[in-house]
């Protein structure tokens, strides 16, 4: 038996979604940092939040730089709707999604995108801009803050027959485990020879710890 599939195409924007509170499973949109300014961004993030039931996502891809972009280039409409002068950092794209109340935020790829150049560009020097592919989740914030997850693994190469830090993390002998980076930094603080986690990568590919 063939499902029919339903659909239901409702007129709106992002600033004021047609969409009932929590009846949302995956939301997704594209460039919105670089389109929307400050206060329309919060208002259009906090909307998705809305419309998400507990724990749905909201998929997101967005230039972001690690140069900060001149106030000239960020007021030039036509390089904004090019997504090319509203990147932010990585740690701001971060707290900004989490910041409207997504618990969970998953770095799923991280990749160079486009270098504004000194010789076409009102900069002083070159910026880089990379594209970053997110995933964040309506899960409830936790008590020590948000988790992100950015690519880092924990091994536990000692002779125990496991490794629990008391918080739910087990870590068998010489089978990775996925961390979020509250976890990876809480693990290296340990300073313990036979746990190895290695570094960011941007390139979450899921079985988190969380």
Same mark, same amino acid.
């Given at each position: 038996?063939v499902?029919? %599939?339903?659909?239901d +195409?409702?007129?709106?924007?992002a $600033?004021?979604?047609?969409v009932?509170?929590?009846? =949302?499973? @995956?939301?997704a949109?594209?460039?919105?940092f670089?389109?929307f300014?400050?206060?329309?961004?919060a208002?259009?993030l906090?909307?998705?939040?809305r419309?998400?039931?507990?724990?749905?996502a909201?998929?997101?891809?967005?230039?972001?730089?690690e140069t900060a %972009?001149?106030?000239? +280039?960020?007021?030039?409409?036509l $390089?904004?709707?090019?997504c090319?002068?509203?990147? =932010?950092? @990585?740690?701001e794209?971060?707290?900004?999604?989490?910041?409207?109340?997504?618990g969970t935020?998953?770095?799923?790829?991280?990749?160079?995108?486009?270098v504004?150049?000194?010789?076409r560009?009102?900069?002083?020097?070159d910026?880089?801009?990379?594209?970053v592919?997110?995933?964040?989740?309506n899960?409830p914030?936790?008590?020590?803050?948000?988790?992100?997850?950015?690519?880092?693994v924990?091994?536990?190469t000692g002779?125990?027959?496991?490794?629990?830090?008391?918080?739910?993390?087990?870590?068998?002998?010489n089978?990775?485990?996925a961390?979020c980076?509250?976890?990876?930094e809480?693990?290296?603080?340990?300073?313990r020879?036979?746990?190895?986690?290695?570094?960011?990568?941007?390139?979450?590919?899921?079985?988190?710890?969380?």
């Open positions: 038996m499902r029919p %599939i339903l659909r +195409l409702k007129r709106g924007d $600033l004021d979604l047609p009932e509170d929590a009846t =949302v499973d @995956l939301a949109q594209n460039c919105q670089n389109i300014v400050a206060d329309d961004l208002r259009s906090a909307e998705m939040r419309v998400l039931k507990p724990h749905g909201l998929v997101m891809s967005d230039p972001i730089c %972009i001149p106030d000239s +280039l960020r007021a030039d409409e $390089l904004r709707a090019m090319l002068s509203g990147a =932010v950092t @990585l740690d794209y971060l707290g900004q999604i989490t910041g409207v109340g997504l935020a998953e770095v799923c790829g991280r990749r160079p995108y486009l504004l150049d000194a010789s560009y009102d900069v002083d020097e910026i880089l801009l990379e594209t592919e997110l995933a964040a989740y899960d914030m936790a008590d020590d803050g948000r988790c992100v997850f950015t690519g880092q924990v091994f536990d002779d125990d027959p496991f490794f629990d830090n008391g918080k739910g993390h087990v870590v068998m002998p089978v990775p485990l961390v980076d509250k976890t990876g809480f693990i290296r603080a340990m300073g020879p036979d746990l190895f986690v290695t570094e960011l990568n941007y390139h979450y590919s899921g079985g988190g710890c969380c």
